[in-house]
């Protein structure tokens, strides 16, 4: 099994149970002498309702143990660690870890990564966690797109998010949700009032073409099984192979001039937060629009007054007509990774290991914890739950795992052949040249 890789109200929670829950989860002690028992650094990428979150985590922690937290936000963490490790420097205590698998196997090779298995009760740590992110598949030891290296793990999960869900207007959309993907194709929008089948945006800044990655990431892996979707993540299926230009055909129907909302030019210059908006109409511009969980609060916040559960829900990805390949779902996580080896940063990685802390995320909105026992009340988050647990897999985001050079070419050939489908074949012939530079260079 895989799983894929990136609001605001908090519980109260009785210092003492926080305590004896960390502790309870606390695994052997290694020389730590001379390190800090009172401090702790803390690199994360994340802001504004994220970043109150994980202060609502932290807030909990530092009261009962006395323990300061010196809280960073930086989106360009992996690149100053990496620079970091090279030079000799200091590290943050914990950050995220690597999603490359080389940097991945690079930095654990320079034991610049401590795993788990030196400070966590790892028994309690995957019983307790979705399998699919501690566990790599049947008959192998190590998983990189999860971080387990040598059978130790090195990322320890915190959150997730399901990808891969259609959402809809429930004043608009009143059918039932289909259950094939050629059974909503065949849905008419008109028949709703609706002008069109799907919404799409794209653009992203720099990223621009990620959204277009997962879809067509969750056509692939269910058009096809875990290990030809895996081997494609690793350079080993070619881009012009016949079944990833299948996927690219069956996701050019979503985004067709019949299909899309606004035409080629409004899917490439809107920005993907503000890609349900037309959903919300008068008359609707669409029936549905494809993202992961936490397109629920971006569509709260962009459309005052709309509820989840309410005004506004989703279905899961319907099956691509392989029934073998419906139990893969494709996500993404959080993570964080110890790098000193100190009491204090210790404490807060057993700490954020616990159900009452991930229970405060998961009470602020937004996502889905790592902790399978958690609670949800956001009806999106509660069944989005469910399809997590009940995945057969749960498989990466292919882009985020692929070479630099290659993520931006395959990002950028998805809005060439959705400008232009005509492009498709010399589109995958160029991918096919960047996979074999990639993939060498890496």
Known sequence: MHFAKLNPRAIALGLGTL???ACSLGGSSGNTAGASSTDVTVWTAWGGAE???YRDVLAPFEASTGIKVHLT????SN??????IAAGTDLPDIAPGPTDPVQLKSWVSKTALKPLESFLDMSAYTSGTYPALTTPPAGQSDDPYIG????KHYLMMVKTQVKGLFWYNKKVFTGTAPTTFDQMLAINPSQYGAQKLFCAAFESGTASGWPASDQIDNIIMRQNDATFYTNWIQGKVKFSDPQIKLG???FLKEVSSANVYGGT?????TNFQKGGDPLFKTPAGCLFLEQATFISGIITQTNPGVKAGTDFDYFAHPSMGVTADDGNVNGFYDNFSMYNDTPAARKLMQYMATAPAQQIWANDGGTLGAIKSLTYTDPVFKRAADIANGAKNLLVTAGDFMPSDMQAAFWKSLLDVTNNPGSLDSVLQHLDAVQKAAYTTS
């Open 19 to 21: 305590l004896l829950t």
């Open 51 to 53: 970043l109150k979150a």
């Open 73 to 76: 936000t930086n989106r360009d």
């Open 79 to 84: 690149n100053q660690i990496a620079n970091g």
């Open 148 to 151: 387990v290296i040598g059978g």
């Open 248 to 250: 690219y055909q069956t």
């Open 265 to 269: 030019n409004t899917v490439l210059s």
